[in-house]
């Protein structure tokens, strides 16, 4: 592979260009009014997968953005690596704390500055580099390839999976790959193995047909805030557990290897306290604060309102209370069955005073791992540690990318996770950025990939 290598050296300048193009480009997904510029990143997407040397590059409408699919099937009797990442980027609010214009970037100290440069166009041009720099060398691949960049990511990928399911044929593939998390640290790789899914709720209880007055009427109404207060005090016990009936009955227990290698990694759970301002953690008992945070499910209340809560005084009891809850599942658990399971736990504890609503906000999914002893996972081991000269350390993730559970329910794929943003890259805030030098070399990284795959 020294030839590949020499030519990445040769053409460093050429591909941080190519980054910098790409990042002007503000291409913010949520935003109605950036649409034309969400078209013209989809076809700055499509001439880099062109320009790489991949074939049947397409730009695909959908109801919401284009999706960009290239290809290069031409290696018989080799695997095919799907390769994922997203084009589009989030909002650059708040903008007085960018240190630069954040779609005008800026490079210091070995980082490039600007919206999207960690999350995801960053990564996803160290994939299409890599591919340019095999094919420009060697005139083929070692492996099947077919890339697909989309732009809903930062909202959801909404039109994702019914894309999946009408191109299943044409995104036929024996892995996946993505590029969307980062390293353990500078010089340190590491590889996911595990993701949380989502389940995002609303709930709202209804009592009275309007707002009370609460000494009229306090005392003998059921005021929905409290009862709502009530219900979501029992939800957990005072050890964490989740009271929920039926709600660990998919969870499988965490395997012994996995818990014997979290032990092995350089995790300061003191600091890691201390860096968000509090003095110890609280969690399910019985598990490490590594398996609370990535390998077991919750149930987060991420806010309650209702009544009266501006300024001043007003002695009301409210007919509606509200609140939006987050469960993180873990692999095994079904997002429709731990709907149902939280909808009849309510309905079962509230007083018949109050009526619920519940509601399901889209977006989320089912949560994945990958078994430690999958092939692909072994050869992404090798080919990082090559690299980097540091073994890759395994993690999980406890957050959700929901296309990797798209990946495995619509197109049957395991997905190797491998990311190259520091942890300091600060994507989706202020000053976003990805040191060069790891650009520089996790493309080679990837390149290795393709060939270990």
Known sequence: MEEIFNYLQARRSESIEDLVNYLKIPSISSDPEKKQDMVSCAEYTAQLLKDAGLQDVKVHSTKGHPIVVGSW????????????????????????????????????????????????????????????????????????????????????????????????????????????????????????????????????????????????????????????????????????????????????????????????????????????????GWGESGYTTLEQLWLRPTFEINGIWGGFITPGAKTVLPSKAHAKLSLRLVDGQNPDNIEKLVTDFFKEILPKSVTLTMSRVTGGGRGVSVPYNFPPLIAAKKALAETFNHEPLLVGEGASIPVVADFKTVLNLNTLLIGFALPDACPHSPNENMHIPTFHNGTQSLVRLLYYL
């Not at 960690?118 to 005139?139: E, F, P, R, V």
């Not at 989309?150 to 039109?159: D, K, M, R, T």
């Not at 024996?174 to 590029?179: E, G, P």
């Open 73 to 280: 099937r031409n290696a018989p009797n080799k695997p095919t690596v799907l390769i994922y990442g997203h084009y589009d980027v989030q909002p650059v609010d708040p903008l007085p704390l960018w240190t630069n214009p954040p779609f005008s970037p800026h490079i210091d100290n070995n980082r490039i500055y600007a919206r999207g440069s960690a999350d995801d166009k960053g990564q996803i041009l160290m994939h299409i580099q890599a591919i340019k720099a095999i094919l420009a060398t060697k005139g083929e691949l070692p492996v099947n390839v077919c890339v697909v960049v989309e732009g809903e990511e930062e909202f959801g990928s909404a039109n994702l999976p019914e894309f999946l399911t009408n191109h299943a044929q044409e995104l036929k593939a024996d892995v996946a790959l993505v590029s969307d998390s980062s390293m353990w640290a500078e010089g340190i790789p590491a590889i996911t193995t595990s993701l949380r899914g989502l389940l995002f709720l609303e709930m709202t209880l209804t009592g009275p047909n309007r707002d009370l007055h609460s000494g009229t009427f306090g005392g003998a109404i059921a005021n929905p805030l409290e009862m709502l207060s009530r219900a979501l005090a029992r939800v957990k016990d005072d050890d964490g557990k989740i009271l929920i009936p039926g709600f660990y009955d998919s969870v499988n227990p965490i395997p012994t290897a996995v818990r014997e290698q979290h032990q092995t990694l350089p995790f300061d759970k003191k600091a890691y306290f201390s860096s968000i301002g509090i003095n110890e």
